[in-house]
């Protein structure tokens, strides 16, 4: 058996080529189309720094926010296809943007290889800890009451924390006025500043200012309480059933990137995902970890895309 999988091993070497006999040879650069201290660029930099210590060469995450994601994604996919350019593909840039952007510069499924997908990342409806409410109940009375009367942030057209707030209203019958920031750091800084009332963001984003008191939460949007706020009642608990949204962050490379290469980026992350260290870090900051092939997490791309397109047709939401 061991003669047997060294002849297989010797005969992928070959197949493979040079690629991936010589890869990396220099630094690699991780595009995050967000702001840093998003659940994106946290992620990115746990994923930079593992796959430097196991392949040898730097992994940099270079932060290129703005649009919803779509700059950094864009500057990813017009990256020459070799393996030294990679992008942190998350739920927003590969799985929302597309339903609401009537024009993107770019396709996900057509411009992008992936290459896995890494951690979820549950929605957290959020308010700043001077507000009086004190659950979503409170909440939805208090839009009711004066309809589109209160502001709620996200970070950026086209975001999932838009279209998370864009399902809460379709589903409580309330009109909210959205505010659309640059990136979580500077929503987050209005909600606690008090200049407006709410957002959603992911539970990895919010959890160092709801551990400081800083904002209070209302509700979780996934289907189970979440390990890492399990006082916190999901919002389908709280009287609207089936409501969900989780994100998703993975790692994909511009189209016609090699094969070997792809495989290899694979096979290294599933060894990430599987050690300890790696463990115990994504549960400290709140990620819920995934893995799998690569055509698993394509074929899971095509379904968010087709989700949300249809969550946008319902709702009308567009990023324009």
């Not at 943007?97 to 024009?103: F, R, S, W």
């Not at 896995?116 to 208090?142: C, E, K």
């Not at 200012?209 to 916190?232: T, Y």
Request: net charge positive; charged share 15%.
């Amino acid at each position: 058996m061991n003669r047997l999988c060294g002849v297989l091993l010797a005969a992928f070497l070959v197949a493979a080529g040079p690629a991936l006999a010589q890869y990396p040879s220099k630094s690699v650069k991780i595009i995050v189309p967000f702001t840093p201290g998003s659940a994106t660029d946290i992620l990115g930099r746990v994923v930079a720094d593992q796959l430097t210590k196991s392949l040898g060469q730097p992994f940099v995450v270079e932060n290129k926010p703005g649009a919803g994601g779509i700059i950094g994604t864009e500057a990813a996919k017009n990256a020459a296809p070799d393996g030294y350019t990679l992008a942190m593909a998350g739920s927003g840039p590969f799985g929302i943007n597309p339903a609401v952007y009537a024009k993107l510069p770019y396709d996900p499924v057509r411009d992008f290889e992936p290459i896995a997908n890494i951690a979820l990342t549950p929605q957290m409806i959020v308010v700043g800890a001077a507000q009086s409410y004190r659950s979503l109940q409170d909440f939805v009375s208090g839009a009711k009451a004066k309809p589109g009367g209160i502001d709620y942030g996200s970070l950026g057209n086209g975001s999932t924390s838009h279209l998370t707030m864009e399902a809460l209203q379709a589903a409580a019958g309330i009109r909210l006025n959205h505010i659309p920031f640059k990136g979580a750091a500077e929503a987050q800084a209005q909600i606690i500043g008090g200049t407006i009332a709410t957002m959603s963001d992911t539970i990895p984003g919010l959890l160092a200012h709801l551990k400081s008191g800083k904002l209070r939460a209302l509700g979780v949007a996934s289907a189970q309480r979440s390990p890492f706020a399990p006082e916190v009642p999901t919002v389908a608990e709280q009287g609207y059933p089936g409501f969900e949204s989780v994100g998703w962050i993975g790692l994909a490379a511009p189209a016609k990137t090699p094969a070997a290469i792809l495989d290899r980026l694979n096979a290294e992350v599933a060894k990430m995902l599987a050690s300890q260290e790696v463990k115990d870090r994504l549960a400290a900051l709140a990620f819920i970890s995934v893995g799998g092939s690569r055509e698993q997490f394509g074929a899971f791309m095509k379904a968010e895309i087709a989700k949300w397109s249809k969550l946008a047709k319902e709702t009308g939401a567009k990023a324009e």
